[in-house]
């Protein structure tokens, strides 16, 4: 049983940072991928950002510059840095992998329950 569990979200005034964490736990194999995607009300969800386990990373055009995805392969944990928030960047961010449960499965996607961030103006 795969388990992504999600920490860090809230509320923040515009401008201000947060930084959120997604720890993946259970039957792993190996990690091929680790990112967040968010989804806004009434919206589709979205990639924010991605990393690959040999640390490419990419970024939607509207976080570039403002959020940083990092990966602690020991701990099987990614973080997203997030600063200058805007309100446009409230919605429920989830946590995504591409992991391989044991050797001999294919990978496949696992996600987070998701974490709300909200950013006033």
């Known amino acids: 049983q795969v388990q992504l569990v999600e920490s860090g979200g809230g509320l923040v005034q515009a401008g201000g940072s947060l930084r959120l964490s997604c720890a993946a736990s259970?039957?792993?194999?190996?990690?091929?991928?680790m990112g967040w995607y968010r989804q806004a009300p009434g919206k589709q969800r979205e990639l924010v950002a991605r990393i690959t386990n040999d640390d490419s990373t990419n970024y939607a055009d509207s976080v570039k510059g403002r959020f940083t995805i990092s990966r602690d392969n020991a701990s099987n944990t990614v973080h997203l840095q997030m600063s200058s928030l805007k309100p446009e960047d409230t919605a429920v961010y989830y946590c995504?992998?591409?992991?391989?449960?044991?050797?001999?499965?294919?990978?496949?996607?696992?996600w987070g329950q998701g974490t709300q961030v909200s950013v006033s103006s």
């Open positions: 995504h992998a591409i992991l391989r449960p044991a050797a001999n499965f294919l990978s496949r996607a696992y």
């Open positions: 259970g039957s792993i194999f190996s990690i091929s991928a």
